[in-house]
């Protein structure tokens, strides 16, 4: 078994407080997504698990045995630990071949495992005698993992392994790394600033912000129910309107809504998530409740800001619509929220 | 800190301690001056003698710093903005003239018309000598030169010539000002050309008063004022460089700029550049081979073994110098900050003095703290390292950054104990920067005169110190050999050069 379990792992460098109190269980074989803002402590975090820094208090342990912390420390290069750093850190000076095979012990059936470790990656043989120069950014990403995988580590991290790469790449060498990790059933660790990306990669996902793990849970659970209105703005679009409750609903200028998750601490001015997939907005009502003041068209999406009721603020809705001709601003309209609300403290 | 791992601090305090020896001979020349006192000194300083040199010295710079900086930029706008016609072979030939030791140049001029000398005479030489400094970075400014900023300045209505003084001229200010300081401390420190056509400047009266008196205070005395005046230029190239900022802003490759037609000007320009090639190679290369063919130079007893000797010398010069230059540089990328920037720029102000001072510190430490060392192989090396330590820290940094920390994690993440990641993937990586340093710091110890010439053991012949004497002796022919090894040595690392300033940036 390869759980790795952070124990109250903190870190300061250079005076500043890194990493404050952390503490994450992967469970053997699954995925978990770190994500956060830069400089929230993530790649920090990868570096203490990797065994290149020492926590300054905290536990980092693998399958029962202490890696870091107390008196003892095991140094990177006896830890298991496989890591693929954010521009691949592939060694120049090597083919791919002599890249993929360098953490293989010399007794091994080392050919072997680089065929087999590349075709898991879908980096063909011709490839094989190249330089990582002579490589696309998508490819040396993919051989990245590869050297990783091949000595079989009980962990793999990866640090950013996509930022570097342009849209198009980054989905299809996603996919093509998420599919090579399923079939190797590595216990993986994935750090990144994208939010869709730290949603779709695995079977957990951890927020951390200044330092600290904010909310951790499986990516719908925790999508479905941020345990703040910071968090929930941070994972997607978020609408939050000022709200009222009582009788078990919030009241908002939109009208009433049921309460799917309540986050209030006390009593006082509370606010209520809405997701732009929960809005419509109806051009033709008879009963409107806003004005259009703006339309502006995203690309797919149109940015549609309303104001709601008298003096209310101006509020911008990011839309899905099949027909954006038919909206424009001054326009009377009725916007209206489909589903239930979670609240929090305004 | 995993085990095995260099500390950062035992670095700082290693690389402290070089920082250190590098300063040592300079400061022990003006400590020895205020222990002298001014009473003593400011008879030596303040006497007609030094106002004549001081006059000589002023005059070569304020004079012949702007010569090398027309001439300099001049010939990169010729060649990178012009539709001059063969701008390639100009190109090459006008960076040629440093391959020629200065002290070579001028003996070619020397021993082609005896009578030159006086302020004339050293204006002469050493423009022709040194303008490459301006040329080479100012060829290297226009290559960086985005073209769409001329592009646009011609779009707004101004015309070509309004466009070169008002947008290619400002961008050059750096090279031209940066390449004219690096002319200048030049210009303060040679010894040999100078002393050929019997020209005095501060240098070679440093020389003289170091012959006569072997090191007294007199030499002293001249050596601080020669300090402080490069000391003022140094400070002067620091403030110009300052915060400006001329890059390229924005990414992409830039595209090949417009070429200024030269139409009716174009024989003018030729003319001019015929002119200034053939005095600055023509005339020596023509003296050598008359030299050459009179009489069989070649045959000399010495040659062999001078060539032996050289090769000695600057082989253990270059091997000494990378070693000192790789802490610093490991040291200066691996772990930034200020100290780390203090002691590197240290460094660099000990190698940015005359070779003179740098050898009359040494002759003196030697002679009064350690005698055992005076004239001895280990202080004619370490003067190569004072002196020739900036080309492999340059060299070296550009290498180390090649190989950065990351790839050393992802050995060690492989299963390497942190040492043999270093060894394994980062020396591999630094070891052609390693090479290219080496080379470099040879190539211009076997040229190096001055302080050999006063370091080296008795009984030392190295190239330039038996043309030397042959060529301050008049023997003209014999020299001859050894003025074109001389050429022949300094040619690969002009070639380097060179190639680095025609690389574009992408």
Not at chain 1, 145 to 173: H, K, N, Y
Not at chain 1, 241 to 253: I, K
Not at chain 2, 89 to 107: E, T
Request: hydrophobic residues 50%; positive net charge.
């Amino acid at each position: 078994m390869s759980t790795l379990v952070l124990t109250g792992i903190t870190k300061h460098l250079g005076g500043q407080p890194v990493l404050q109190n952390v503490t994450l269980t992967v469970p053997s074989g699954s995925r978990t997504s770190v994500v956060g803002a830069s400089g929230s402590g993530k790649s920090t975090l990868l570096r203490l698990i990797a065994g290149f820094d020492a926590p300054d208090a905290g536990q980092i342990s693998l399958g029962g045995a202490v890696l870091a912390g107390g008196a003892s420390s095991v140094p990177a290069h006896r830890r298991g630990v496989g890591y693929v750093a954010q521009d691949g850190a592939l060694f120049p000076h090597l083919t791919v071949e002599q890249n993929i095979r360098f953490g293989l012990p010399r007794t091994a059936q080392r050919s072997a495992r680089v065929a087999e470790v590349a075709a898991l990656v879908a980096i063909g043989s011709t490839l094989l005698g190249r330089y990582p120069h002579e490589l696309s950014g998508g490819q040396q990403q993919r051989v990245a993992l590869a050297r990783a995988l091949a000595p079989e580590p009980e962990v793999v991290l990866l640090d950013e392994p996509f930022s570097a790469l342009d849209t198009g790449l980054r989905a299809s060498t996603r996919r093509a790394v998420i599919e090579a990790l399923e079939q190797s059933g590595v216990t993986t660790i994935l750090v990144t600033h994208d939010q869709d990306e730290a949603l779709s990669f695995g079977d957990q996902v951890a927020i951390i912000a200044g330092g600290r793990i904010s909310q951790a849970g499986p990516p719908a659970a925790v999508f479905d129910d941020p345990h703040t209105a910071g968090i929930a703005e941070f994972l997607g679009d978020a609408i939050l309107l000022a709200c009222e409750v009582s009788d078990g609903a919030a009241h908002t200028a939109l009208g009433s809504h049921p309460i799917r998750h309540d986050h209030r601490a006390s009593s006082g001015p509370h606010q209520a998530l809405i997701r732009p997939a929960q809005l419509t907005i109806d051009v033709e009502s008879t009963f409107p409740n806003a004005t259009v003041t703006g339309v502006q068209a995203v690309g797919s999406k149109l940015d549609v800001t309303v104001s709601l009721g008298a003096g209310g603020e101006p509020v911008s809705i990011p839309y899905v619509t099949s027909a954006p001709e038919r909206y424009g601003a001054g326009q009377n309209a009725r916007v209206s929220v489909a589903g239930g609300v979670v609240v929090y403290p305004a | 800190m995993a085990a095995g791992r260099l500390r950062p601090s035992l670095l700082l305090v290693a690389v402290a301690v070089l920082a250190v020896i590098m300063l040592l001979p300079v400061g022990y020349v003006v400590a020895i001056g205020f222990q002298v006192g001014w009473p003593t000194l400011a008879p030596l300083v303040f006497r007609p003698k030094v106002g004549e040199l001081l006059v000589n010295t002023v005059l070569l710079v304020v004079l012949g710093v702007p010569v090398t900086i027309l001439l300099g930029v001049g010939g990169a706008w010729l060649v990178e903005r012009t539709t001059l016609p063969g701008r390639r072979v100009w190109a090459v030939l006008l960076a040629a003239p440093l391959a020629v030791p200065a002290f070579v140049s001028s003996y070619g001029w020397v021993s082609a018309i005896p009578s030159i000398g006086g302020i004339g005479g050293g204006l002469l030489v050493a423009t022709l000598a040194y303008y490459p400094l301006v040329y080479l970075p100012a060829v290297a400014t226009l290559r960086r030169l985005d073209p769409a900023l001329e592009e646009s300045a011609r779009a707004l209505g101004l015309g070509p010539w309004r466009v070169f003084a008002r947008v290619v001229l400002p961008q050059l200010r750096l090279a031209g000002w940066g390449g004219g300081l690096v002319v200048a401390l030049h210009l303060l420190s040679e010894y040999g050309a100078f002393a050929l056509i019997r020209f005095d400047t501060f240098t070679t009266a440093i020389v003289v008063q170091y012959q006569s008196t072997f090191a007294g205070p007199a030499a002293s005395a001249l050596g601080i004022v020669l300090a402080g005046l490069c000391l003022i230029l140094l400070l002067g190239e620091s403030v110009t460089r300052g915060t400006a900022r001329y890059s390229r802003v924005g990414s992409g490759a830039a595209r090949a700029a417009v070429q200024q037609r030269l139409g009716r000007a174009t024989p003018l320009a030729l003319a001019g550049l015929v002119v200034l090639l053939v005095a600055a190679i023509g005339v020596p290369a023509a003296s050598l081979l008359r030299w050459l063919s009179i009489g069989d130079p070649w045959s000399q007893r010495e040659l062999p073994g001078a060539i032996i000797q050289t090769a000695g010398l600057a082989a253990t010069g270059a091997v000494v110098t990378v070693l000192v230059a790789l802490p610093i540089a490991w040291l200066t990328v691996r772990h930034p900050g200020r100290l780390p920037r203090f002691l590197e720029g240290s460094s660099y102000l000990a190698s940015s003095l005359p070779a003179i001072i740098i050898a009359l510190g040494l002759v003196t430490i030697t002679i009064r703290v350690v005698p055992a060392l005076y004239q001895s192989v280990f202080t004619v090396v370490l003067a190569y390292v004072i002196i020739f330590l900036p080309r492999a820290l340059v060299s070296l940094r550009a290498g180390i950054a090649q190989a950065p920390v990351s790839l050393e994690e992802a050995a060690r993440s492989l299963g390497r104990s942190p040492l043999v990641a270093r060894a394994q993937v980062t020396l591999p990586l630094i070891l052609p920067a390693l090479g290219a340093g080496a080379a470099l710091v040879g190539l211009g110890a076997a040229n190096e005169l001055t302080a050999t010439l006063l370091l080296a053991p008795s009984g030392t012949r190295t190239l330039a110190t038996q043309f030397w004497s042959a060529s301050s002796s008049v023997a003209y022919s014999d020299a001859a050999p050894y003025a074109l090894l001389l050429i022949a040595l300094s040619l690969p690392s002009v070639a380097i050069l060179f190639l680095q300033t025609r690389k574009r940036v992408r």
